[in-house]
């Protein structure tokens, strides 16, 4: 069965760092999403690309997050400098434009 | 301000009974609802969907019932089994724009 893949699992930085995850969405899946997700929380949507386009990045603090999907495939997201309040899982999620997204297994950041 | 809400965040329930889990919305465009299951350390699973146009949708031991006019949702596991232990997450969106708005999350411990 096709699964979302996401790398690394876990990160641990410092403070003022950069870091770096990567996601790959499931074969032909158009759309991806990166969430963040606070421990005790729901998912909160940082960006939403359509194949290589940003469809909704309104959540994403964009002094310190970047986010691409160069050929619309596989997908960065990048936070630099990092700072103690990013500490979370960061999940991505694919979808074939219909309307239920399949998550990968996400990425947990530790910021110190 | 919470437009998915999930008031109960923990539940306990004996094997075999029925949980219920429940998930009010304040946004009246909302029309397309997901129910997801998360273990700990991995990515949120998809466990069952339903559209505004139906008030009900069954998937073996899973039910969701939709009542637009109270704007609440519910999700129905029966028989409850221990493997049913997990954070569940109910998220909404305004079908179309494939963006969904999650709740806080439930945790449910199906007690053997």
């Known amino acids: 069965e096709a699964e979302v893949a996401q790398s690394p699992r876990y990160k641990i930085t410092e403070k003022s760092q950069a870091v770096a995850f990567w996601c790959d969405p499931i074969s032909g899946h158009a759309t991806l999403y990166w969430y963040r997700q606070i421990l005790g929380q729901g998912p909160e949507l940082l960006v939403q690309f359509q194949d290589e386009s940003v469809v909704d990045d309104s959540q994403l603090p964009k002094d310190r997050f970047s986010a691409e999907r160069l050929k619309g495939v596989d997908s960065t997201l990048k936070i630099q400098p990092a700072e103690l309040g990013d500490s979370a899982m960061y999940l991505c999620?694919?979808?074939?434009?219909?309307?239920?997204?399949?998550f990968g297994p996400g990425t947990r950041l530790l910021v110190l | 301000d919470q437009q998915v809400k999930q008031n109960s965040p923990s539940l306990s329930v004996q094997e075999g009974r029925i949980s219920i889990l429940n998930c009010d919305y304040t946004n009246s465009m909302f029309d397309y609802f997901l129910w997801y299951k998360k273990y700990p350390a991995e990515g949120p699973t998809f466990l069952i969907s339903i559209s505004s146009i139906k008030d009900k949708n069954e998937d073996g031991r899973f039910t969701v019932f939709l009542n637009k006019s109270a704007k609440h949702l519910s999700l129905h596991i029966v028989p409850s089994q221990p493997g049913d232990s997990a954070v569940y997450f109910c998220a909404a969106s305004n079908s179309g724009t494939y963006k969904y708005i999650f709740g806080t999350g439930t945790r449910l411990k199906v007690l053997a």
């Open positions: 999620a694919s979808s074939p434009g219909e309307e239920t997204q399949y």
